[in-house]
């Protein structure tokens, strides 16, 4: 099973690299179904693999000319925030055992996987239903100040709670709320999604416990990862990109949800 956690470690890099969003779809399932892993730890261990590869991502794509800086920065400062906020208060507070309705138990680690995998199918169906894409260019653009706030908050309470760097939301919110195009949308993404991870992981990180030989391992596998899905990401054409990313989500948070809900029955 490790050996199969290795190699999803390397396409969570690629999937990032590529798409500029993804790879905390497969951390979560990696980390939980693969690593044994428990799903509220595996939110943990998310947000520092995704965060460090992100970061190896952004840098490449910033050279490239596909990071919009003010976007990102505005995002990630309202986003970061309820990150860190979510991690070190909330979270914590929310108890092991939720709810019990007609002898079925609702628990916190069941709540986190059926909650990642609907978001996943929700954002999957808005991406691809929009057909209008544009590849490439970065134009200067009146961004509603309302849509960022709402954007960047709603981002950051999922990162928070669910460990996902917010590549699946933030993709269909840089696209279709704010009008940027794919291939710029990815690059800003990754540097929104480095920034809201890696501070949401401080509000962990002096948890007792944290397996670093792990997260090393597979951060470092992420990373090669990434730098092979930039490579790729200037070789295919930005509408393949945005339908193959919506599938791909589709595809993700149904599994999830076949999985858990069969397994709690």
């Not at 460090?52 to 970061?80: D, E, P, T």
């Not at 691809?128 to 894409?133: D, F, G, I, Q, T």
């Not at 709670?161 to 949308?185: D, R």
């Amino acid at each position: 099973m490790h050996l199969l956690g290795y190699i999803a470690s390397l396409l969570i890099g690629v999937s990032l690299g590529l798409i500029g969003g993804g790879g905390s779809i497969l951390t979560m399932p990696l980390m939980v179904y693969l690593f044994g892993v428990s799903p509220v730890t595996a939110t943990s261990y998310s947000l520092f693999v995704v965060g460090s590869a992100s970061l190896v991502g952004a840098a490449k794509q910033y050279k490239q000319g596909f990071v919009n800086i003010r976007i990102a920065l505005l995002l990630a400062a309202i986003s970061a925030a309820i990150v860190f906020l979510t991690r070190k208060w909330l979270v914590p507070a929310i108890p092991e055992h939720i709810a019990t309705i007609h002898g079925f138990v609702i628990t916190e680690n069941w709540l986190t996987m059926i909650l990642f995998a609907c978001l996943m199918v929700i954002s999957s169906v808005s991406m691809m239903r929009n057909k209008s894409v544009s590849s490439t260019g970065i134009a200067d653009r009146k961004i509603s100040t309302g849509k960022m706030i709402l954007s960047g908050a709603g981002i950051g309470l999922v990162t928070g709670l669910l460990g996902a760097g917010g590549g699946f939301l933030l993709i269909p919110a840089l696209v279709l709320l704010l009008h940027l195009p794919m291939k710029e949308a990815i690059g800003t993404s990754l540097l929104v999604i480095a920034l809201n991870s890696l501070i949401g992981f401080t509000g962990n990180l002096y948890d007792k416990g944290i397996d670093w030989q792990l997260l090393l391992t597979v951060t470092s596998l992420a990373i090669a990862g990434i730098l092979a899905g930039s490579y790729l990401n200037r070789k295919i054409p930005a509408g393949g990109l945005k339908k193959g990313f919506g599938w791909f989500v589709l595809a993700m948070g149904i599994y999830i949800l076949v999985k858990e809900f069969a397994g709690a029955l």
